[in-house]
């Protein structure tokens, strides 16, 4: 579980279990280490030192409400989880993490909907976009067949497209 990949890398549970105290993924193949941008790894490791205010109780008239701080990483140690509850530092629903941290981001950046689908359908089209051959992109996605990440998941881009087609034909006048 603690590889190193590509300089980087770090696990994550891809669907947490109902009870969301236990990381439970899809399907054992989906538990892995995968190669992570280290950029990634750095902000992780600058969370480490963050303390959050938790308000606590209502705000009385000559009583203020009480403030309790936590460290918003409980542990941090290479098999612990990147979104932990800032309480007891348990494993997040999937649900929260999409709410509390991930949509007010996209909205402060001005993009419109976003959920976990649609996070995994930009990754593997950037995947396909940055030159990473299929099969690269399927252990990415930790997808058990490289149709499901090509046929689903990767989007057609004109660009890509005009850029390939732009290629051929310089490859035609070498050949001239």
């Not at 995947?127 to 149709?147: E, F, I, P, T």
């Amino acid at each position: 579980m603690g590889q190193d990949v590509g300089g980087a890398a770090a696990q994550f549970a891809c669907i947490l279990g109902p009870d969301a105290l236990s990381p439970v993924a899809k399907t054992e193949a989906s538990r892995a280490t995968i190669a992570v941008n280290r950029c990634v790894i750095e902000r992780i490791h600058r969370l480490k030192i963050l303390t959050v205010e938790v308000r606590a109780g209502r705000l009385h008239r000559h009583k203020p409400c009480s403030v309790r701080r936590y460290r918003l990483v409980k542990s941090a140690n290479p098999e612990d989880l990147v979104f932990q509850s800032v309480k007891a530092g348990k494993p997040m629903r999937a649900n929260n993490i999409l709410s509390r941290f991930i949509k007010p981001a996209s909205r402060k950046v001005g993009l419109g909907f976003v959920n976990w689908r649609c996070l995994r359908t930009s990754h593997a089209t950037w995947l396909k976009l940055a030159g990473a051959d299929v099969k690269d992109a399927q252990a990415q996605m930790r997808h058990s067949r490289a149709s499901t990440t090509l046929d689903i998941y990767q989007q057609f881009v004109p660009e890509s497209q005009r850029a390939a087609v732009d290629r051929l034909s310089s490859l035609s006048r070498m050949a001239q």
